[in-house]
């Protein structure tokens, strides 16, 4: 299982499972059976994931 948070919902059919965790965060879950899978659309996701959680430590680093 491939787990990743962005700010909003992804509607796709290689998501598995959206799961709310706040108003803002939704947590997507994508079942992988081989590492070939992981192709250029999920890695776009996977970098827009990276991309929301260093938002959120530069704004914990700057006391937001």
């Known amino acids: ?3 990743f948070v962005l ?3 992804l509607e796709h059919p290689r998501i598995e499972e959206v799961a709310m965790v ?3 965060r939704w947590t997507h879950h994508i079942i ?3 590492p070939l899978q ?3 659309e999920i890695l776009a996701w996977l970098k827009q994931a ?3 959680a260093d ?3 530069a704004a914990e680093r ?3």
């Open 1 to 3: 299982v491939l787990s």
């Open 32 to 34: 992988l059976s081989d």
């Open 55 to 57: 938002r959120k430590a």
């Open 38 to 40: 992981i192709d250029d």
């Open 22 to 24: 706040r108003s803002d």
């Open 7 to 9: 700010d909003r919902k």
């Open 62 to 64: 700057n006391g937001r």
């Open 50 to 52: 990276m991309t929301l």
